[in-house]
Nanobody, 116 residues
């Protein structure tokens, strides 16, 4: 089991930036890939970005060039730097982590609202 706590969401104007953070606790030795999902009102949850324990990252096409994911393996944290935000980025953002042999876990989510 792992417990994920997100922070850093909020309200920002179009073109602004936010930095999300997620701290993992519990069975952290089993953590492999970490990342972020998001779910906008009335839409399905989508994968935003992932990063492996070795530092390889992947992004959804909609955020490439604007979002940057990073992690600190020693602190069991993952961050999402979001720049050039637009109203389409408004969503609840969920931290996710894959535990080897145990599956994927998600945090409770943090709201990001981008005003036009």
């Amino acid at each position: 089991q792992v417990h994920l706590v997100e922070s850093g969401g909020g309200l920002v104007q179009t073109g602004g930036s936010l930095r999300l953070s997620c701290a993992a606790s519990g069975s952290t030795l089993s953590i492999d890939t970490m990342g972020w999902d998001r779910q906008a009102p009335g839409k399905q949850r989508e994968l935003v970005a992932t990063i492996t324990s070795g530092g390889s990252s992947n992004y959804a096409d909609s955020v490439k060039g604007r979002f940057t994911i990073s992690r600190d393996n020693a602190k069991n944290t993952v961050h999402l730097q979001m720049d050039s935000l637009n109203p389409e980025d408004t969503a609840v953002y969920y931290c996710r982590t894959y535990l080897l042999g145990l599956g994927t876990y998600w945090g409770q989510g943090t709201q990001v609202t981008v005003s036009s």
